[in-house]
C-alpha cells in the first residue's frame, strides 16, 4: 500500500504497523457488508464503477470492500485504490486513498487508506473503484448485494457500474475512521483482526 506514487504490498503495510503507531480500532459510520455477497462484477473490464454513501461522521480515513480474482491461472497482481467524489462517480475528486497491491488469486477484505479526510455529514459523495493496469490479465471483481424493492440493502445510495446507478444493489463495504493510537507491539492476529477480516 501506497500514497499515490511506489508501491507497497498489504503484507507490508501490515508490517509497518506492527512496528509503530497503530490505531487500536475502527469506528464504522456507513456499511453494507453481511456475511455474504450476491455477486461480483468485473473490475478489469467494466470502468465506472463505485458506491453512493451518505456519511453521519465528518471524515473518513478508512474503506473496507470485498475484492476478488477470478482467474487464477494467470498473472494477475493488480494495483487499486478508491477516487472520493462529491455527489456523483463524474464529481469533483475530494481525495484519493493510498494505493494498494494485491496479489494473484486474492479473494477477502481490502482496506483502503485516505489521509483523514474532510467530509460534510448528510451530503452524498461516491467512491469509485480504480484498478491498474486495466484489462490486465487476472479477472479482478468487487461484491456486491442486491435487494428486492421496497427494501434496500444500503438505504442511502446505490452501487454504480459503468457510470450507471444500479438500483436496489449496493456494493459490500464498510467506511470508518480510527479511534485511539498505541504504541505497543502487537500480534500478527491482533493486527489482521483489526485490518482484515
Keep these: 500500500m501506497r500514497r499515490p506514487g511506489a508501491s507497497l504490498p498489504v ?59 477470478h482467474n487464477v491461472d494467470e498473472i494477475g497482481a493488480a494495483e487499486f485504490s ?42 452524498k459523495y461516491v467512491f469509485e473503484i480504480l484498478i491498474e493496469p486495466f484489462g490486465a490479465p487476472g479477472n479482478w471483481g468487487v461484491g456486491y448485494t442486491s435487494s428486492q424493492p421496497p427494501s434496500e440493502d444500503y438505504a442511502r445510495g446505490n452501487r454504480i457500474r459503468d457510470g450507471v446507478v444500479q438500483q436496489v444493489q449496493d456494493l459490500w463495504f464498510r467506511e470508518g475512521v480510527y479511534t485511539g493510537v498505541s504504541t505497543q507491539q502487537l500480534t500478527w492476529g491482533s493486527i489482521k483482526a483489526l485490518y482484515i477480516d
Design 82 to 123: 478508491v477516487c472520493l467524489r462529491e455527489e456523483s462517480i463524474f464529481g469533483p475528486v475530494v481525495a484519493t486513498s493510498w494505493v494498494l497491491s494485491l496479489p494473484e488469486g486474492f479473494h477477502g477484505t481490502a482496506p483502503f487508506i485516505f489521509d483523514n479526510v474532510s467530509l460534510v455529514p448528510g451530503d
Design 11 to 69: 503484507a507490508v503495510h501490515l508490517l509497518l504497523l506492527f512496528c509503530s503507531t497503530v490505531a487500536t480500532g475502527v469506528e464504522w459510520d456507513q456499511r453494507n457488508d453481511p456475511p455474504w455477497y450476491y455477486g461480483w462484477s468485473s473490475l478489469s473490464y467494466v470502468p465506472l464503477q463505485g458506491q453512493e454513501f451518505v456519511p453521519d461522521l465528518d471524515r473518513m480515513e478508512i474503506l473496507h470492500l470485498w475484492i476478488e480474482d
